[in-house]
C-alpha cells in the first residue's frame, strides 16, 4: 500500500476555503480492534456544514447559512460543545470496503463491503451518551480514499444497491430512526413532518410509514411531488402561515399526535399548537434558527412530551442495515460529486434545491 492518500480536509472553522484538497495525507494503520477500509462513496449531512462553520457555538443565534460566523467560539463550535482539533477529515456516511485489519479482528473482514454507524461508543461504557464520539467529528471520517473505524461499528451489507445509494442512509437515517424511537412512533400515529425534502426529513417519512404511521410532510411546493413518491400522505407547503388551518383542510383534521422537527426557527410555536393533548415532540435539528418562543402553558397544558435525538443508542444502526437488506426502504440519491469537487457539492447541499442525499466519490 502507499504510504500516503488523497483526501479533503478541514483546516479550521470558517468559510468554504478552509476545506483543502490534498494528495499527501498519510495513510491509515488499523490499530487494535480497528479496520481500515476504502471508500466507496461517502454522504453529506449538515454536520459536516455546521462543524465547518462553527454554528453549533451557542454563541450563533441565527440559520444555518453554510458561510463563516462571526459570532461562532472555537471552544464550542462543535455537536459536542468541545473544542476540536485540526485538521479533520470529515464525512460520516461512508460505505466502504474492508482492506484491512488491526490486532484481534476477524480476518474474514476483508473484501467485505460495509456500513459504517458513525456513532462510535466507548466499549466499556457503551450505553453512556457523554462518551459518544462521532465519525468526521471527533475522529477522522469518509472524505479520502480510506478511513479507519471502530470493528464494532463495521456492518457488512449484502444488497442489489450501489455504493453511492447505501452511502445516502447512515446519518440521515439513523438520526431519523432515532427521533421515532424516542418519541415511541407507533402505528396510528399522525406523524408531521419538516423538512422533509432533506436527507433526515425523507427518511423520517419512509420510516414512519414503515410502523404504520401516517407521514404528514412539510415541504416547498416544488418538492411537494418527489416528496408525496417518498411516500408522504400529504404534503403541506413549508412556507405556510396558516398550519392548523392547512391540516384541518388536507386532513380532516388540524392536529397530529407527533412532530418530528428538524426546521426548528419562527415555525415553532406552530408546530407545538397542533399537537393532540398528551402528543410528543422530537428535534434533532435547527436549521431555520435554534431560538426559538415558547408559551409554557401549551406545553404543560397539553400534556406535551418533547425529546432531543442526537446521540443514537447502541443497535439502532443494526436494525436500519436490516431494514436496508430486506429491501423495507429505499434510498433518495439526489446527485454524486467526486470528492475532489467537495466545495460544489457542499454548496448544492447548502442550497436544498434537491430531495434527498447528495454524495461524493473518492
Not at 482492506?99 to 456513532?119: E, I
Amino acid at each position: 500500500m502507499p504510504d500516503m492518500m488523497r483526501a479533503m480536509v478541514l483546516t479550521g472553522h470558517g468559510e468554504m476555503d478552509r476545506l483543502v484538497w490534498t494528495e499527501d495525507m498519510p495513510m491509515p494503520v488499523p490499530g487494535l480492534g480497528q479496520i481500515r477500509m476504502r471508500v466507496l462513496a461517502c454522504g453529506l449531512n449538515n454536520t459536516d456544514v455546521n462543524t465547518r462553520t462553527g454554528w453549533y457555538s451557542k454563541g450563533v443565534t441565527g440559520a444555518t447559512t453554510g458561510g463563516a460566523l462571526t459570532d461562532a467560539a472555537s471552544n464550542d463550535a462543535a455537536w459536542g460543545g468541545a473544542p476540536l482539533t485540526f485538521p479533520r477529515i470529515q464525512g460520516a456516511d461512508v460505505c466502504g470496503r474492508v482492506d484491512a485489519v488491526g490486532q484481534d479482528v476477524d480476518p474474514s473482514l476483508v473484501g467485505k463491503r460495509v456500513l459504517v454507524d458513525p456513532w462510535h461508543y466507548n466499549p466499556v461504557a457503551p450505553e453512556d451518551p457523554t462518551q459518544a464520539r462521532y465519525f468526521g467529528s471527533e475522529m477522522d471520517g469518509g472524505f479520502a480514499e480510506y478511513t479507519v473505524s471502530q470493528t464494532a461499528n463495521v456492518h457488512p451489507i449484502e444488497c442489489d444497491l450501489d455504493d453511492a445509494e447505501l452511502a445516502t442512509f447512515a446519518t440521515s437515517w439513523v438520526t431519523a430512526e432515532n427521533m421515532l424511537n424516542r418519541a415511541a412512533v407507533k402505528a396510528g400515529d399522525r406523524v408531521l413532518i419538516t423538512g422533509a425534502s432533506g436527507g433526515v426529513g425523507s427518511a423520517l417519512i419512509q420510516l414512519a410509514a414503515r410502523r404504520g404511521a401516517e407521514p404528514i410532510a412539510m415541504a416547498a411546493t416544488a418538492k411537494a411531488d418527489a416528496v408525496r413518491q417518498a411516500g408522504a400522505a400529504h404534503v403541506i407547503d413549508s412556507r405556510t402561515a396558516t398550519l392548523a388551518q392547512d391540516l384541518q383542510e388536507q386532513t380532516g383534521t388540524a392536529k397530529v399526535s407527533v412532530v418530528a422537527d428538524i426546521v426548528g426557527g419562527a415555525l415553532f410555536t406552530d408546530l407545538i399548537s397542533v399537537l393532540v393533548r398528551g402528543g410528543r415532540y422530537t428535534c434533532a435539528g435547527a436549521i431555520a434558527g435554534p431560538l426559538v418562543e415558547m408559551d409554557l402553558r401549551t406545553f404543560y397544558l397539553n400534556d406535551l412530551t418533547f425529546t432531543g435525538a442526537t446521540v443514537v443508542p447502541p443497535g439502532t444502526f443494526a436494525d436500519l442495515v436490516a431494514y436496508i437488506a430486506r429491501g423495507e426502504v429505499k434510498p433518495m440519491l439526489a446527485a454524486t460529486y467526486p470528492l475532489r469537487e467537495l466545495h460544489a457539492a457542499q454548496t448544492a447541499f447548502i442550497e436544498k434545491n434537491h430531495v434527498g442525499n447528495i454524495v461524493v466519490i473518492p
